[in-house]
């Protein structure tokens, strides 16, 4: 009966551990959807063509881009396109979406 109790133990932290990382899984998706949507005008992987006019977000430090972007969404810095954008974002998909391009290759 010990035993059993111990396997059925073993069993649900199992589970417990594997519902976690399909929570992650489903964040990660999430995110890279998030960040997918930038790339009609950012480039694939947020990495524009050399001399575009449109900069690339691949690399760009998480601090900028979260400045930049509530700076579009509240009008501070005027754009063509990101200040009608920004404004379908929250601040924790903004933040999540900067912590996301920071962390790839320039
Ligand atoms: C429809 C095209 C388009 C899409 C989609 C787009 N951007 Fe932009 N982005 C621009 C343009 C154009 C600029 C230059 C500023 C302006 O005129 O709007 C820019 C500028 C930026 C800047 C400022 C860069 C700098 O060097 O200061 C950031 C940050 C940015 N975009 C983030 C994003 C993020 C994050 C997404 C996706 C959630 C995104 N953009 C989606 C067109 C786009």
Redesign the pocket.
Known sequence: MRFRLSLLATLLTGLAASSAMAQDAATTLHIRG??A??????GTD?RTKEGS???S?AG?PRD??IT??KA?KDGTR??????Q??KG?TDAQ?AS??TY?AAQKR
């Open positions: 998030l960040a949507t930038c790339a009609n005008c950012h947020g006019a449109i900069p977000l760009m900028y881009m930049q972007m579009f005027p754009a063509t396109v990101m200040h954008l920004s974002f903004i979406v900067a391009f």
